[in-house]
């Protein structure tokens, strides 16, 4: 634990000007992100007497080593640096707000030639059209079957269009008139646009104008006795105002506005949203935050607004923003919602009237959330934290162990030898840090080998990592690497474990503690878990510790080690089947993608262009002679693959079908 006396600047060495700060630990990791309207006055705050700050203020700093700044023109400058460098370096002391559910939206793709209505989860795309978030997706498809009467906009997937368009035939919905069927061309594609345009301007809130040239056309087909007409119009403006309950009217003026409301203890924060388009409650959705730095209740709305608003523009940011506490810098906060939205943004307390009583009504959805939220994590706390306490009592641990690496070894008779390192903070499986090894040092199977090789590699790389805080000396270091500057970015294999745990027993055991012991790691424990007897051994110990079998523990290292086979399991699966699917092409240099499509595309399969001339290969659009040649060569070289058989009749098939390319090398992998 560090004393903030040694890292402090030096007197007259901050400026007294807008910026953001950066404060590091000492493995230079980025732990919190803040901004100020004056350096000088903001880092002075944190270097008084640790025991007059707060709780949390007095943790950061004694955990920090080092502290930076960047000085910025303004105070709007300053919040979007502060946003973009809390999203870049995700700090541990900054509250980071989480979903408690991925909310479905409604959207409509205008980016397509034939916009699709669907339900749609996750980050927003381009040229989409977004409508809530939702609390279920039934209540979207409830909506959206109402309204397709009226506007009969496409709602099927790439593949049912496509087909639909091949047969000639509509699918259900085209024929009982809720799609206007653009795949069989009933419709151009600019009168589906249309109807997209119209569906898109009545989810906006525009509905009088709608209803009101319905209600027009229903009394003209009443006087012309078009009796069908009529009640075929009678029964859309049923529907449409059916859909239109669903959304009850909050706010009479037809208000487009966000309210944000936070309820919150002294450990956690919970932020309801509601999204309120032309009078109406057009969606919802919440956040859960645990308190990790010295935060009020403005401070939370700001972080809210950051994270509402930081990936948004245009109309997806309303006129009108409501909060309970206005954050300290708000003339900056409304610039920079104005900046977003491209025109100016209101940030206010709502005082009296409807949208004070709005505003309580979200807070109490607030309350209900936070409630909920630690009903939920009680339980899990509590279970969580009685894992960790006996895994470090039965293995005479000096503390629980917060963060477990686990490592596993794959193969199928030796061949694709693979490994994977799964890891557990606090009980839960963090997958972003995830990694999966390539076994290079031998050929064949070997799983006590593998292992010393996976854990050797993964603790070297994490000895890099720690070359230029001094705590290791660069003569150390095996392999000669020696890392790039750190830039504070969460790094691969840059944060130790507490524990390590392998699938097996002493054999493997023992492989993972020799290869630690060889790089002179002594600070990380090892133990082992047979899945013969659930049995936990530990490195130089002939007899292994039993743990009760209803310990939470012993799930804990279950589940762990679980986790690691489905993980390596996978990646093996991975390997496996890009090297059954090889072709022949792939070894061709300078041969992309496209032109390996053109040629088996071109001959039908690898074996007739296995047969071609070089004249006949040069036939294939942009394939020159040079090329032709290569191509010819490699394939000739190459073995040709065994029959096809069927395993049904024992027959040996043609190879007619086109072979696929090999795939890219995947995200994670530590080659």
């Known amino acids: 634990m560090a004393d903030p006396s040694s890292y402090r600047p030096k007197p007259g060495q901050i400026p007294d000007s807008p910026g953001v700060y950066k404060f590091r630990d000492e493995h230079r990791r980025v732990i919190y992100v803040g901004k100020a309207k004056s350096l000088r006055q903001r880092l002075a705050s944190y270097f008084q007497d640790v025991a007059g700050l707060h709780p949390r203020t007095a943790t950061m700093v004694t955990t920090a080593a080092s502290v930076e700044w960047t000085v910025v023109s303004t105070e709007v400058e300053a919040l979007q640096l502060e946003y973009s460098w809390i999203k870049e370096y995700d700090p541990r002391f900054n509250v980071k707000y989480r979903d408690d559910k991925s909310y479905p939206s409604l959207a409509v793709t205008m980016n397509e030639e034939y916009p699709r209505v669907q339900v749609m989860r996750g980050p927003k795309k381009k040229g989409v059209r977004y409508f809530g978030p939702y609390g279920h997706a039934w209540a979207i498809r409830e909506t959206v079957d109402l309204m397709l009467r009226v506007f009969p906009v496409r709602t099927c997937s790439a593949g049912v269009f496509k087909r639909s368009a091949q047969i000639g035939r509509p699918c259900l919905l085209g024929y009982i008139g ?35 040239r319905l209600e027009q056309q229903m009394r003209e087909a009443a006087e012309d006795m078009e ?11 049923g529907a449409l105002r059916r859909a239109m309950e669903k959304n009850a009217v909050v706010l009479a003026d037809a208000t487009d506005a966000d309210l944000v409301a936070v309820a919150e203890d002294e450990l956690e924060a919970a932020v309801q949203i509601f999204h309120v388009r032309g009078g109406r409650v057009r969606g919802q959705r919440g956040w859960v935050t645990d308190k990790v730095e010295a935060v009020d209740t403005a401070g939370l709305v700001e972080h ?22 206005l954050p300290e810098d708000t003339a900056a906060l409304s610039e920079w919602l104005a900046g977003r939205r491209g025109s100016q943004v209101s940030l206010r307390i709502p005082q009296r009237g409807d949208k004070k009583a709005l505003m309580e009504t979200v807070h109490r959805n607030a309350l209900q959330s936070l409630a909920l939220h630690k009903t939920k994590r009680a339980g899990d706390l509590t279970t969580r934290s009685r894992a960790l306490e006996e895994i470090a009592e039965a293995l005479d641990l000096d503390g629980a162990p917060l963060r477990i690496e686990c490592f596993d070894i794959s193969h199928l008779q030796g061949d694709d030898v693979v490994a994977s390192m799964v890891v557990f903070e606090d009980g839960l499986a963090r997958k972003s840090e995830y990694r999966r090894f390539q076994i290079k040092s031998f050929e064949g199977q070997d799983d006590v080998r593998s292992m010393h090789e996976v854990v050797s590699r993964r603790f070297r790389r994490y000895l890099q990592e720690k070359l230029k805080t001094g705590e290791w000396s660069p003569e150390d270091a095996q392999d000669g690497e020696v890392p790039a500057e ?51 051994w530990l490195p130089g110990e002939d007899d292994p510790v039993v743990l009760p079998r209803t310990s939470e523990g012993l799930y804990l290292l279950q589940r762990v080690r679980d986790e690691a086979h489905r993980f390596a399991i996978q990646y093996q699966r991975s390997k496996r089947g890009k090297r059954l699917k090889a072709s022949p092409l792939d070894d061709v240099p300078g041969l992309g993608e496209s032109r390996k499509q053109a040629l088996v595309k071109h001959f039908g399969s690898v074996k007739k262009l296995r047969q071609a001339t070089i004249d006949q290969i040069c036939e294939v659009p942009g394939i020159g002679r040079k090329t032709a040649e290569t191509v010819a060569a490699a394939l000739a070289h190459a073995v040709p693959a065994g029959p096809a058989v ?10 007619e079908t086109p072979a696929p390319a090999g795939a890219s090398s995947e995200r994670g992998t530590e080659q």
């Open 304 to 325: 809210a607004l950051q994270q509402l608003y930081g990936e948004e523009k245009g109309e997806a940011v309303p006129k009108e923003v409501l909060v309970p506490a």
């Open 486 to 536: 750190d830039d504070g970015r969460p790094k691969r294999f840059a944060y130790p474990p507490q524990l390590v745990v392998v699938d097996g027993g002493q054999p493997q055991v023992a492989a993972a503690k020799r290869a630690l012991e060889e790089l002179g790691v002594d600070d990380v424990a090892v133990c082992g878990l047979a899945k013969r007897l659930e049995e936990v």
């Open 227 to 237: 009796y069908e007409k009529a009640a075929r119009l009678r029964d859309d403006i």
């Open 178 to 212: 809720k799609c206007s069927a653009p795949c069989v061309g009933r419709v151009t594609p600019d009168e589906h646009r249309d109807l997209a345009e119209d569906f898109c301007d009545f989810m906006a809130g525009r509905t009088g104008t709608y209803l009101t």
């Open 646 to 655: 069927n395993t049904a009749t024992g027959e040996i098939m043609e190879d």
